[in-house]
């Protein structure tokens, strides 16, 4: 045979270092687009309240707005203290710039809601103890790659789907418009995990891919746990936990699609090893038993004892652990 390797499949097929290279381009895009897409907060607070007149919550759901209102803040805080860990820690100069540009947003997201609650001129609840205790986390491991995992795949998606969500409860004027500016940062922010993860991912030993995964399980066991002692909050804000746990979910399954989809010559799952996408295998079931299509109150008396019994310990582990 006078053409055995033919065709030459290398001619339309990325190299490893192509597909590389591509990656750490777009990350380094990311510092340039985070550049371009600043926005001024104190500008940008001010003229809403110009527009809509100083914020003021309606009396029967302040409570619970201040409550959530409350775990974003201090989460922009921990996000904002995690990504310049990250932008020092990080290597690559390509992901540096990346973080730095994050960390930037993230301070910016820090003072314009603490300035926005200032407006509000009421007192911001304190943080309960498991939000608490998920931020320090993040903020503690010495892995980066446990941070990058708890920042960018599992805090940020519940950020934006929690932005999301506040937005469409139409809770107040203001917030309504502001918060859109975050959620644009955010899902920036969510590259960063996207183009950077795998390659740090592919280099685990079975064993700290174990660990990513179990250190992912504790994460959301406390997201899980957390959002069950807000049922009552959400309710009253008018903000569904199904669909808002729904939305995390898929977010979360597009991001870990979005780092499979590495190049042809990547080994595919080296990219995610040691990560649980939460929206393949027994996640769905997990959203159902929590937020049960019908609603609760629908639902099986067994059912609903289980969901009560945990509701009971997680408002008590979050007084605890506060
Ligand atoms: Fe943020
Ligand atoms: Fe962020």
Redesign the pocket.
């Known amino acids: 045979m006078k053409y055995p390797s033919w065709p030459p499949y290398r001619l339309v097929e990325e190299s490893l270092e192509a597909t590389a290279e591509r990656k750490l381009a777009r990350l380094e895009r990311l510092y340039h687009v985070g550049q371009d897409q600043v926005w001024d907060g104190r500008k940008v607070l001010a003229d809403l309240i110009a527009k809509h007149g100083p914020p003021r919550l309606d009396p029967a759901r302040k409570e619970p707005a201040l409550k959530l209102l409350s775990i974003l803040l201090w989460?922009?805080l921990a996000?904002w203290a995690i990504s310049a860990d990250l932008a020092e820690r990080i290597e690559d100069v390509e992901a540096k710039l990346a973080a730095t540009s994050q960390a930037h947003?993230?301070a910016r997201?820090?003072y314009v809601l603490r300035d926005y609650l200032r407006a509000l001129g009421e007192p911001v609840p304190r943080l309960g103890g498991l939000a608490r205790r998920l931020l320090v986390s993040i903020l503690e491991t010495e892995s980066l790659v446990h941070k990058l995992v708890g920042m960018q795949l599992l805090v940020?998606s519940n950020?934006l789907a929690l932005f999301r969500g506040l937005v469409e409860a139409e809770l107040e004027p203001v917030l309504g418009e502001l918060l859109p500016y975050?959620e644009k940062?955010?899902a920036r922010?969510v590259g960063l995990g996207v183009l950077y993860l795998p390659r740090l991912l592919a280099d685990l030993s079975p064993f700290g891919a174990a660990k990513v995964a179990a250190f992912q399980l504790r994460c959301v066991g406390l997201l899980m746990s957390g959002g069950m002692t807000m049922r009552e909050e959400f309710r009253a804000l008018g903000m569904v936990q199904r669909e808002l746990a729904g939305r995390t979910m898929r977010l979360q399954d597009e991001i870990v699609r979005d780092m499979l989809a590495g190049g042809p010559n990547e080994n595919r799952r080296d990219a995610v090893r040691g990560l649980i996408n939460p929206a393949k295998g027994f996640g769905p079931r997990i959203l159902d038993f929590l937020h049960p299509k019908g609603g609760v109150e629908n639902a099986p008396a067994w059912h609903r004892a289980i969901l009560g019994a945990w509701t009971r310990s997680a408002r008590f582990a979050d007084r605890a652990l506060a």
């Open positions: 989460g922009e996000a947003d993230e997201h820090f940020e950020a975050y940062d955010e922010h």
